[in-house]
């Protein structure tokens, strides 16, 4: 589209097109300008043509009068290059001429029946007026005095006297009254369009406004959902004697569904959670931010994991439409026994990488939240050695996608982890999500990415 013109005929098109820009336009006020100015170029080469034609055909009087409105034309063209505020200004003048300058070369020459039917070059005045105008009352202005001329020419036309024997000829002024019954209905039919395109006009800014308007609103909305969003989010890793953990969080859109926290149980405990509520966006925000609520209404030193599982699930259940469910687990990490007691609740299964580079799975327990009322669920138990890390994952990591339509996989991160496991939890969260990108060509994430390192630190 924004190829550059070729030849000189482009160009040329491109300086008619371009004729009175003025930056304040808006796209209908400069779309009237560019017809108007492709209008009145037409004109100028008319103008020019006739003038010759005139000469060389010994018409001396037509000739000198289609000279001065080539030189008439050429001067408002010049005009509006010059002054493009002056548009209305300049058309008015146009139109105005359009209706008289036919008048005065029908009187010059003799009467209507001696200039070819110029009288109906006037016509184009009234009718580009209702166009370029936007007021429309000039151009009514414009053709009831197109209609005064008209008449008034063939009332004194001297070809109604030539048959004194007939007496009054009236057969000139019957063509002429017709002729603007003809004009009239041309008018008032294009007067209605022109008034129906300027209503439609005028509604469409008011909608484009108002959706503009809303649209501003929806974005500052979503903003500060993202921030408040983002503040439910842990601020800082843990502190848990012998653990070192991290976690990150990138939302596909704005606001996303994806959570993850660490949840302090007491000294020696913390809860590990991540979860995935199906869907993106906003709904799936909003029953994020409301699962997170009712989980830490129900961890407290005292409770059951499998217990919690299942209120959460009934929770979720009658909260939540018919095709919402959320993938959950939840880890408690016990620094005194050194080891994980789970729930996954239908969530992609996290992974134990041994010292050795083994890796162990940490299986589904029970359906997904939410699924299914009354669902029961089994914790589990993980051990964990000196050196030895956990890695929670929602789905956006192993199904990442690049250009040939290949997932991230399961496989490729954790051959990546087991290659950085050196690294702090911190550092190889943020080196996953780099490699995720990379390896998606960094395009936009199809959806949201969340990633938690729990390391036992060596003894």
């Known amino acids: 589209m924004n190829e550059k013109p070729r030849g000189i005929a482009g160009k040329a098109l491109t300086f008619l097109l371009n004729i ?19 209008t009145a170029a037409f004109g100028v080469l008319a103008a020019f043509g006739s003038t010759l034609l005139y000469f060389l055909s010994g018409n001396v009087v037509m000739g000198w009068l289609f000279l001065f409105s080539f030189i008439f034309f050429v001067g408002l063209l010049v005009e509006g290059i010059n002054h493009p505020q002056r548009f209305r200004t300049i058309a008015f003048v146009l139109l105005v001429y359009f209706v008289v300058a036919p008048v005065l070369v029908t009187v ?59 007496g009054f000829n009236l057969n000139p002024i019957l063509f002429w009254l017709g002729f603007i019954v003809v004009a009239g209905f041309i008018f008032g039919v294009i007067y209605f369009f022109v ?3 300027d209503k439609a006009h005028r509604q469409l800014a008011a909608e484009k406004a108002k959706s503009e308007s809303l649209l501003r609103r929806i974005e500052a909305d979503l903003a500060h959902a993202a921030r408040i969003q983002k503040d439910l989010l842990p601020k800082e890793s843990p502190k ?41 966006g906003i709904a799936a925000s909003l029953l994020m931010a409301s ?13 059951a994991l499998e217990t919690m599982a299942a209120r959460l699930n009934d929770f979720v259940y009658k ?18 026994e050194n080891v994980v007691r789970y729930v996954n609740a239908g969530h992609n299964p996290p992974f134990i990488l041994g010292r050795e580079g083994q890796a162990r799975s940490l299986e589904s327990s029970g359906f997904p939240l939410g699924m299914f009322a009354g669902s029961a669920y089994e914790a589990r138990t993980a051990p964990l050695s000196p050196g030895e890390l956990a890695v ?7 199904e990442g996608r690049n250009a040939q339509g290949e997932d ?3 496989d490729r991160l954790m051959a990546f982890i087991r290659e950085h496991r050196a690294l702090s939890a911190a550092e190889i969260c943020h080196q996953v999500l780099g490699d995720v990108k990379g390896f998606a060509c960094g395009s936009q994430p199809c959806d949201d990415i969340t990633l938690v390192v729990l390391k036992r630190t060596e003894t």
Request: charged share 25%; hydrophobic share 40%; with cysteine.
């Open 20 to 38: 009175g820009a003025d930056p304040a336009d808006d796209e209908y006020t400069r779309t009237i300008k560019r017809i108007y100015w492709v």
């Open 108 to 166: 010059l020459l003799g009467g209507i029946w001696n200039t070819d039917g110029t009288i109906m070059i006037g016509l184009m005045g009234p009718l580009m007026g209702l166009v370029y105008l936007r007021d429309r009352r000039p151009a009514v202005v414009l053709f009831l005095v197109y209609c005064a001329l008209v008449m008034g020419l063939a009332v004194f036309e001297p070809g109604l006297r030539k048959d004194p024997a007939r």
């Open 195 to 197: 008034i129906q395109r």
């Open 240 to 280: 848990l004697e012998g653990y070192d953990v991290s976690g990150i969080n990138v939302p596909c859109y704005e606001i996303g569904g994806d959570y993850y926290d660490f949840v302090p149980i007491d000294p020696d405990r913390i809860g590990i959670v991540v979860a995935d509520v199906s869907g993106k």
């Open 291 to 303: 699962l997170r609520a009712a989980l830490l209404a129900e961890v407290r030193p005292d409770y």
């Open 319 to 336: 909260s939540s439409g018919p095709s919402s469910f959320v993938t959950f687990f939840f880890g408690e990490v016990d620094r005194r």
């Open 392 to 398: 929670l994952f929602t789905d956006g990591i192993p």
């Open 408 to 410: 991230y996989s399961d």
